[in-house]
């Protein structure tokens, strides 16, 4: 086992170890408490052997009844076409692409065109620095469900305030503007540029919080609210740091991912592991966002000069929406003493 593994196994190690939160009083109006929802259900589970670390999940915008699905680090640029029983209909190679540690995918439409488009992002980085820049993949979502090459378009990506290790990445259905989500104990929602370049270096810059560890984000399909989801939640959002609620998730072996379904009434969520199960969960009603916006608006500027982080459901000490103040102290203790174990492991690797 690498060292970049024994560093995820002992940080999932961590974070399962921690107990779920008690559902908090509140309503979804922006108090920031959990929203109960209908009656979850397992949609599927993932029957081909290939797929092992399902770490991305999209619903296809324009084959019904598609699922997209990639693995993670250590399986090659390839993702997968699913129906709705789980089983594949076909796998698709990314020509050209490296998969270092592929951990979030999203899926959108070509306003211009009405064509699909998947992204992949090659955004994992368990060191929180150690690569010099991150990817991410646009890919026309194939016309035709066969096993086949596809060509993709590489963006070159870098963090204005450093390097992060990121998750989730999410792409505006209205205006086609790319989000991504740090994986942290104090994470972060990054802004891409309107126009990505091929050519250069593309600067992500923050706009707001994220919770505590998000392994995946996506927005609705009207635009008018994104999900971040965590290992033991999931919070919903009209702008970043702008919190309507957190909705309670299955109990999963390593909550990996959260898609909308494409009439965003419910959330899709998957796991790691051969097998594994994708669940739907209905929105409660109450959590739906009581106005529409183009776009995620920036949050007001902080005296430090970063975007500011005033959210309903803050002023109760939730730290960006995924689980409440009273866990951080248990959190950063268990962390403290993986963090000892990794620079142990770390020195013993050289």
């Known amino acids: 086992m690498g060292t970049l ?61 598609v699922y997209y699905t990639h693995n993670d680090s250590g399986a ?12 594949t209909k076909a796998a698709f190679t990314v020509a ?7 951990e979030a995918m999203a899926a959108s439409v070509d306003p211009a065109t009405g064509q699909g488009v998947l992204w992949f992002a090659d955004i994992g980085d368990n060191l929180n620095g150690a690569w010099p820049d991150y990817s991410i993949y646009k890919v026309p979502e194939p016309r035709t469900l066969r096993d086949a090459t596809v060509q993709a378009t590489r963006y070159r990506f870098k963090y204005a305030d450093g390097g992060r290790n990121a998750e989730g990445i999410m792409v505006h259905p209205r205006t086609g503007r790319l989000y991504v989500v740090s994986k942290e104990f104090a994470g972060s929602v990054y802004r891409a540029p309107a126009r990505l370049r091929t050519d250069r270096v593309n600067m992500l810059k923050r706009v707001g919080p994220a919770p505590i560890m998000a392994t995946d984000a996506a927005y609705a399909p009207d635009g008018s609210s ?6 033991l939640s999931a919070s919903l ?29 419910s959330l899709l969520t998957g796991s790691e592991g051969v097998n594994s199960p994708v669940y739907e ?4 009603t109450r959590a739906a966002p009581r106005r529409l916006t183009a776009e995620p608006p920036r949050t007001p500027a902080a005296p430090n000069g970063t975007a500011g982080e005033a959210s309903a459901g803050q002023a ?13 102290a248990l959190w950063l203790g268990i962390a403290l003493g993986a963090t000892g174990i990794i620079a142990f492991i770390a020195r013993r690797a050289q």
Do not use: N
């Not at 949609?43 to 670390?53: C, S």
């Open 226 to 231: 994104f999900v971040i989801r965590t290992y």
């Open 316 to 328: 109760d000490g939730d730290t960006g929406g995924g689980v409440p103040g009273s866990l951080i």
């Open 76 to 87: 090659g640029p390839v993702f997968y076409a699913v129906g709705g029983d789980g089983r």
């Open 237 to 265: 959002y009209r702008a970043p740091g702008e919190l309507i609620s957190r909705v309670t998730m299955p109990s999963l072996r390593q909550a990996e991912s959260i898609a909308y379904t494409r009439d965003g009434k």
């Open 5 to 65: 593994r024994v560093v995820r196994v002992l940080a999932v190690l961590a974070l399962v170890a921690v107990p779920a939160a008690p559902a908090a009083a509140g309503t979804a109006g922006g108090s920031g408490g959990p929203a109960a929802a209908g009656a979850e259900r397992v949609l599927f589970h993932f029957k081909d052997p290939r797929i092992t670390e399902s770490s991305g999940l999209a619903v296809s915008p324009t084959h019904r009844g």
């Open 281 to 284: 969960v209905p929105l409660p």
């Open 96 to 102: 050209g692409a490296a998969a270092r540690d592929w």
